[in-house]
């Protein structure tokens, strides 16, 4: 643990705007601790002298107070070791709840996410935290949001890694998921409270959910979107890329398409995955519920789509005509399931591309079923449209500050804007 006084220099120096890459520079020429270099009347660059001020001072104390109001840990960098792989730690870390060591999973994807993408994503990501493997996100619409309230409703543990001050809720519907996944898990950012979500923080973000995760699982992406600069960060860091498959037509699909012919692991459930993180049959029997990644009920599970496909096989084997014929469905969807089904060993297709079942269901749908759709959760909650409290700035020019103010024009103008937004956040990887 850092002394008071370094925590101290810290918090000045990221008052003056200085990052952890410029500290690691000055400090290696000057030979000589932040601390030191603050206590002594020494010439240097203009940030040490910024971070020398009254002000920055004054900002570390008010920074510090405000953090303690919130439950909000205060901790450098250097001593975070779940960091260890990223060549220079972050200068500091704000962090509510906890940054438990152990084996986890990184899951990004698109913020507009099809039911297919929310329906695997929630299956895959409660099964693994059920068995205590950690869920790591971004806590964006789409995959990300699926994912962790999964983990959280299987009762296991989630972190969220935002792109602004843990005091802000972005976006603002997931205040509420942000509360949960605090006392079931933590949130963790770079930025301390008041800084609101800049396009210019996400990569930054990216790169601490990478560096938090054993492996990282991408669901549904376009290849010009955010989700690529996490897969950037994994290839630096070592970071394996898993890949749920979509169907080749689909847009979703062209970013999972693309990592698969670059090499990704393609996974279809929790069992794949355990296997890429490299977790032992001993270990898995020892986490309640997966054996071989799924409990013995969770091994039967089928969709409504997956039974009716199976009942229709039978000891048949169909092509994707017959199949789409015979369910009358979109072949797209039914092509991702089959997909999916084939990678759990439900199904097998041969050379002619014909499919059969492995494994017949316990029950089909009957007609006087009706299967209720998943809904796109993406954006399905209303938006919050309260005005965030944010922290005064430390002096004029702290890009670290947000100067308080009546956000009705914001507040106003956001659902017209909303589309335009969307698409915005989706390329930057919000």
């Known amino acids: 643990m850092v002394s008071a006084e370094r925590m101290q220099a810290l918090l000045c120096w990221q008052a003056a705007n200085g990052t952890a890459v410029d500290l690691a520079e000055l400090e290696r020429k000057r030979g000589r601790p932040l601390e030191w270099l603050l206590q002594t009347e020494c010439a240097g660059p203009a940030r040490l002298l910024d971070a020398r001020s009254s002000e920055a001072a004054a900002w570390a104390v008010a920074t510090q107070e405000r953090c303690a109001e919130l439950g909000i840990t205060i901790m450098a960098g250097e001593d975070a070791p779940v960091l260890a792989r990223l060549p220079i730690p972050p200068l500091l870390l704000y962090v509510r709840g906890d940054m438990q060591a152990g084996a986890s999973l990184g899951v990004v994807g698109s913020r507009t996410a099809s039911a297919y993408g929310l329906r695997t994503t929630e299956r895959i990501c409660s099964e ?29 543990r989630t972190v969220a890694v935002l792109g602004c001050g843990l005091d802000i809720a972005y976006p603002r519907e997931h205040r509420s998921l942000m509360e949960e996944i605090a006392n079931n898990g933590g949130l963790l950012s770079e930025w301390p409270p008041g800084v609101p979500p800049l396009p210019h923080h996400f990569p930054q973000r990216n790169r601490l959910l990478v560096a938090l995760s054993s492996a990282l699982l991408v669901v549904e992406a376009r290849i010009r979107s955010g989700t690529f600069t996490s897969v950037r960060w994994a290839a630096d860091l070592g970071c394996q890329v898993l890949v749920v498959p979509g169907p080749v037509d689909a847009p979703l699909a062209e970013g999972a398409l693309q990592l698969l012919r670059e090499g990704a692991t393609p996974v279809g459930n929790a069992a794949h995955v355990l296997e890429a993180l490299g977790i032992t049959t001993a270990e898995q029997t020892a986490a309640p519920g997966l054996a071989r990644g799924l409990s013995p009920a969770q091994s039967t599970m089928l969709s409504a789509q997956e039974t009716r496909v199976l009942a229709l096989l039978g000891a048949e084997c169909l092509d994707l005509d017959e199949i789409v014929r015979g369910l009358a469905e979109a072949p797209g969807s039914l092509l991702a399931t089959l997909m999916s089904m084939e990678l759990r060993g439900l199904v097998a297709r041969d050379d002619s591309f014909a499919w059969r079942a492995l494994r017949l269901p316990e029950r089909a749908v009957t007609d006087g079923e009706v299967e209720h759709p998943v809904q796109d959760q993406g954006d399905a909650d209303e938006h919050d449209h309260s005005c965030d409290e944010v922290a005064q700035p430390m002096a004029q020019g702290n890009a670290h500050a947000v100067a308080p103010g009546d956000c009705s024009d914001e ?11 969307e698409g915005f956040e989706e390329a930057h990887g919000f």
């Open 411 to 421: 507040v106003h103008h956001q659902e017209e804007r909303k589309e335009e937004q």
């Open 128 to 156: 693994l935290a059920a068995g205590g493997i950690t869920i790591v996100s971004g806590l964006a619409r789409g995959i990300d949001a699926a994912a962790h309230r999964a983990a959280l409703e299987a009762g296991g």
